[in-house]
């Protein structure tokens, strides 16, 4: 009886055709909802493709005609093509009235003020002015030597989906002719950066007086940066910078150093009428700057920070407190060389 129960065990199950059925259906529904699930991804991966494939198309656009605006005059502001020698660190905003900015001379060559002249305007007024919608950067890089001359926007090292459109010019550096490149990307990116940093101290003039104090501070950026409403601080009070009029914009160019005091005209009257001198909005800067300060120069999240006593030097003697490089950890006393970096 033991083996007969184990042999009826072992007996296959018969498959009925209402078995076939049910297994013929579950197998249609899967495969239909394997293939839905396929065409839901190709359509998906084609929409993206097109839309990537769009704004690749619209970057080529872009960037050719940001090349042709660039190399398509002397440019002009107010029917003037010296456009470079304008200063704008003061007064009304750059692009207000519009500027057609060409970077040829008179001769059809790429021109090194004008190049540098870029450096003059903010990142997105510039951008928004050349209908540029994405990221963008602008640089001349001359073929022999090969080294960059002229850079202006932002950094596509780290982009994934950038275009570029060149041409192939002559560079005029001032003394010779030069082939070189111009290169115009737009690409998909973060933002460009803004920080400025503290660079030089001068806080106990020998002329006695907040009015005599100034702070130097540096813009490493390719572009000018909007300097309204940076904060300085020291160990009692904090100040924004301001311009002279409630209407005016300022800004600090590319690679120049801006001077903050309580009186421009007392600081140019006594060191030079230099340019990007800016009011902070008190009768001193801080608390006025004492014998031992901490200094905070502060927009948003950022801070750059220095502290100082007076046996770092530069104590009445007509020097100031400078730092060996913009962003290094080392201050020294030194002669006195405010704009100067």
């Known amino acids: 009886m033991a083996v007969q129960e184990g042999n009826e065990r072992m007996k296959p199950r018969l498959i009925t055709t209402e078995d076939a059925v049910t297994h013929v259906i579950e197998f249609t529904m899967a495969l239909t909802i394997f293939v839905l699930l396929i065409q839901s991804f190709t359509s998906a991966m084609n929409y993206r493709i097109g839309i990537d494939l769009d704004n690749n198309d619209n970057r080529v656009v872009m960037a050719r005609e940001v090349i042709s605006e660039l190399t398509g005059s002397q440019g002009k ?83 994934s989906i950038s275009v570029k ?41 020998i002329n006695n007086g907040v009015d005599y104090e100034w702070i130097e501070v540096y813009n490493p950026n390719p572009t000018a940066i909007y300097i309204e409403n940076w904060i300085i601080a020291d160990n009692v009070d904090k100040d924004k910078i301001l311009p002279e ?30 340019e990007y001198v800016f009011s902070v909005e008190d009768t001193a800067i801080g608390n006025g700057l004492g014998t031992n300060e901490t200094l905070i120069l502060s927009k948003g999240s950022f801070e750059d920070v220095f502290s100082y ?31 100067t970096i």
Do not use: H
């Not at 001032?174 to 806080?203: A, C, D, H, Q, R």
């Not at 409630?246 to 230099?274: C, F, H, Q, R, W």
């Open 309 to 339: 006593t007076k046996s770092d030097g530069a104590d009445g003697n007509g020097k100031s407190l400078t730092r060996s490089c913009y962003n290094c950890e080392t201050w020294t006393e030194a002669v006195s060389t405010p704009g």
């Open 77 to 159: 502001i107010n029917n003037e093509t010296n456009w470079e020698d304008y200063e704008f660190g003061t007064g009304n905003p750059q692009l207000r009235n519009g500027v057609t900015v060409g970077l040829l001379n008179s001769n059809g060559d790429l021109d090194k003020d004008k190049c540098n002249a870029l450096g003059k305007f903010p990142y997105n007024p510039l951008r928004n002015e050349l209908e540029v919608t994405q990221e963008l950067r602008i640089e001349i890089r001359t073929i022999v030597p090969n080294e960059s001359v002229c850079v202006w926007g932002g950094d596509p090292s780290d982009s």
């Open 245 to 274: 009029n409630e209407d005016d914009m300022i800004v600090l160019p590319a690679n120049k150093a801006g001077i903050l005091t309580t009186s421009p005209s007392v600081y140019k009257s006594t060191y030079g009428n230099y």
């Open 165 to 205: 459109s060149e041409r192939y010019m002559l560079y005029n550096s001032g003394s010779e002719l030069l082939p070189s490149v111009l290169t115009v990307t737009v690409f998909e990116g973060n933002s460009l950066g803004n920080k400025i940093y503290l660079t030089e101290v001068m806080y106990n003039p």
